[in-house]
């Protein structure tokens, strides 16, 4: 692997008290081409701007898919990456669905690794931040036509980052959206490519200007079910019982939600992976038996929900407080993270 340090490091300039989401970057990217049918070394060059031709296909017809995880220091001086496994297999899961050629996991996991050890510096210390590194790749061809791609190119950038929401761990507010849909069954929905997320654009905008953090997604087919929020998945506690959308093709496969699965079952949670309409959610509360709801994903973890407004009703959860598992799960999960808890599941790997 070829590596072209940067003359001068911008860490200087960046104040890592106060830090965004996704705002500033470090010091090096990573890149990968596709051609011939192979892909090729990868290389790892100072972080600036790429050149592309106006032509080139995934401008115009979107093929390109993306991931998202994090690193971590541990209270040892390890670096963690968590479960770096599960973000490949999705990875190339979303890569299937664009045609686009998958990514060996050990010339995954070497490319993050000589990235991370190189940009070290740039991973947070204080608890609740990390570095965030997003691989992405798109179809490199220039053409204007529907048609798969014959090359590709792979890169990898990383940025220090803080809380995504800016409540933190303080409960968000969501509403249901009753004229738009985010996916259908045999679509994007299960795909972490842009059109998934740029569906969810207008209407989360709208949302924001009434005050929410952001939409509850229900099903495009009868608009009932719920399935996720944008930017994670959804969960819900009635009675005792952990409730869980189903991942039937319009939700996204999320490591989070996997790894709160894994967790509830181990704390003997009676854990259902099933369909649970906002009907259902919204007669749970009022009959006192909807206990908790918190979002689960890379970005905010878990993300506790305090209201939910649907078709002009609203709910007020756990008196917008997090509730216990949602409170259990995110210590767990952080304190697995930085390494202030036992890595029971060997989800953690040490750079």
Same mark, same amino acid.
């Given at each position: 692997m070829e590596i072209i340090k940067t003359k001068q490091s911008r860490r200087d300039q960046v104040d890592f008290e106060h830090l965004g989401f996704g $705002?500033?970057?470090?010091? *090096?990217?990573?890149?990968? %081409?596709?051609?011939?049918?192979?892909?090729? $070394?990868? /290389?790892?060059?100072?972080?600036?701007? =790429? $050149?592309?031709?106006?032509?080139?296909?995934?401008?115009?017809?979107? /093929?390109?898919?993306? %991931?998202?995880?994090?690193?971590?220091?541990?209270?040892? @001086? &390890?670096?963690?990456?968590?479960r770096p496994q599960k973000y490949h297999e999705r990875m190339n899961l979303s890569c299937q669905r664009l045609c686009i050629p998958e990514i060996d996991f050990t010339v995954f996991i070497e490319g993050l690794k000589e990235l991370i050890r190189l940009d070290k510096e740039w991973i947070p210390r204080k608890k609740g931040y990390s570095l965030y590194v997003r691989p992405f790749i798109f179809a490199s061809d220039s053409f204007l036509g529907v048609k798969v791609s014959e090359t590709y190119r792979y890169m990898v950038i990383t940025s220090p980052v803080g809380a995504y929401y800016k409540e933190g761990i303080n409960p968000v507010r969501l509403i249901t959206s009753t004229e738009f849909i985010r996916a259908a069954k045999g679509g994007l929905g299960a795909a972490k490519t842009p059109a998934n997320y740029a569906a969810t654009l207008l209407p989360a905008e709208e949302a924001k200007k009434? @005050?929410?953090? /952001?939409?509850?997604?229900?099903?495009?087919?009868?608009?009932?079910?719920? %399935? %996720?929020?944008?930017?994670?998945?959804?969960?819900? #506690?009635?009675?005792?019982?952990?409730?869980?959308?189903?991942?039937?093709?319009?939700?996204?496969?999320?490591?989070?939600?996997?790894? #709160?699965?894994h967790l509830a079952t181990e704390w003997k949670v009676k854990v259902s992976?099933?369909?649970?309409? =906002?009907?259902?959610?919204?007669? &749970?509360?009022? $009959?006192?038996?909807?206990?908790?709801?918190?979002?689960?994903?890379?970005? &905010?973890?878990?993300?506790?929900?305090?209201?939910? *407004?649907?078709?002009?009703?609203?709910?007020? =959860?756990?008196?917008?407080?997090?509730?216990?598992? &949602?409170q259990k799960l995110y210590d767990e999960i952080t304190g697995i993270h930085y390494g202030e808890r036992l890595d029971r599941f060997g989800w953690i790997y040490t750079v």
């Open positions: $705002e500033v970057f470090s010091d *090096h990217m990573l890149s990968m %081409e596709y051609r011939d049918g192979q892909w090729c $070394e990868p /290389q790892i060059t100072p972080y600036g701007t =790429i $050149e592309i031709a106006p032509a080139i296909c995934s401008l115009h017809y979107g /093929q390109i898919i993306f %991931e998202g995880l994090k690193v971590f220091y541990s209270r040892s @001086g &390890a670096l963690h990456l968590f009434k @005050g929410f953090t /952001q939409v509850l997604w229900l099903d495009g087919i009868e608009r009932k079910y719920v %399935e %996720e929020v944008g930017t994670m998945n959804m969960a819900f #506690v009635i009675d005792n019982e952990l409730i869980t959308p189903p991942l039937e093709g319009t939700i996204l496969p999320g490591v989070t939600r996997d790894s #709160v699965i992976e099933r369909r649970i309409s =906002i009907d259902e959610v919204f007669a &749970a509360s009022k $009959e006192g038996r909807l206990k908790e709801a918190f979002g689960t994903g890379t970005a &905010a973890v878990i993300s506790p929900v305090g209201e939910i *407004h649907h078709e002009g009703k609203k709910i007020i =959860i756990n008196d917008n407080k997090i509730g216990p598992l &949602a």
